[in-house]
Antibody
Framework: EVQLVESGGGLFQPGGSLRLSCAAS????????MSWVRQAPGKGLQWVASIKQDGSEKYYVDSVKGRFTISRDNAKNSLYLQMNSLRAEDTAVYYC???????????WGQGTLVTVSS | DIQMTQSPSTLSASVGDRVTITCRAS??????LAWYQQKPGKAPNLLIY???SLESGVPSRFSGSGSGTEFTLTISSLQPDDFATYYC?????????FGQGTKLEIK
């Protein structure tokens, strides 16, 4: 059974940093693109970042470029999102999602809430 | 960036109704479009990919069509479990973008 379990969310101050983690199991992690998608309270979905199987390609939405870094450790079946220079508008539930080849995000974690507030 | 616009934003319907949700892209995305269903407090669930391919395990009352810039998601006969919010997403190019969502409510 495919499972994606996020952790690392909580309450953080503007300008602060945190690292989200996503533990993957039930599939061959190293063969899939992985992504982070977020959803602000009461709002729609926003793609944040994606990373290729070997980490050689990374893509970000403009609003997080230079502040967030996506990474992965295939030996640990884990995906990460390093979030720096936090802003109030980064407040959201962050989902880890598996990208199914040319088809969509076929598995999602349960999400972890990040709240940025003083 | 490619903008995705869904209509309507809210749709009221009854069990058994046939409903259609439209998604328009600001430029051609060929068939690189997915549809998701999301229920409150839950992660989204993939319904349709490549505009018209039904994801495994998704009931056949869901169908997708379209290509280029205009796409539709149709539910042929609404069931109580279908009342949720639906999102389209383009994946022709990064940044991937979602529509703003269509909330399907019980009439």
């Amino acid at each position: 059974e495919v499972q994606l379990v996020e952790s690392g969310g909580g309450l953080f101050q503007p300008g602060g940093s945190l690292r989200l983690s996503c533990a993957a199991s039930g599939f061959t992690f190293s063969t899939y693109w992985m992504s982070w998608v977020r959803q602000a309270p009461g709002k729609g979905l926003q793609w944040v970042a994606s990373i290729k199987q070997d980490g050689s390609e990374k893509y970000y939405v403009d609003s997080v470029k230079g502040r967030f870094t996506i990474s992965r450790d295939n030996a640990k079946n884990s995906l990460y999102l390093q979030m720096n220079s936090l802003r109030a508008e980064d407040t959201a539930v962050y989902y880890c999602a598996r990208w199914w080849h040319d088809a969509g995000f076929d598995y999602w974690g349960q999400g972890t809430l990040v709240t940025v507030s003083s | 960036d490619i903008q995705m616009t869904q209509s309507p934003s809210t749709l009221s319907a009854s069990v058994g109704d046939r409903v259609t949700i439209t998604c328009r892209a600001s430029q051609s995305i060929s068939s690189w479009l997915a549809w998701y269903q999301q229920k409150p407090g839950k992660a989204p669930n993939l319904l349709i990919y490549k505009a018209s391919s039904l994801e495994s395990g998704v009931p056949s009352r869901f169908s997708g069509s379209g290509s280029g810039t205009e796409f539709t998601l149709t539910i042929s006969s609404l069931q109580p479990d279908d009342f949720a919010t639906y999102y389209c997403q383009q994946y022709k190019t990064f940044p991937y973008t979602f529509g703003q969502g269509t909330k399907l409510e019980i009439k």
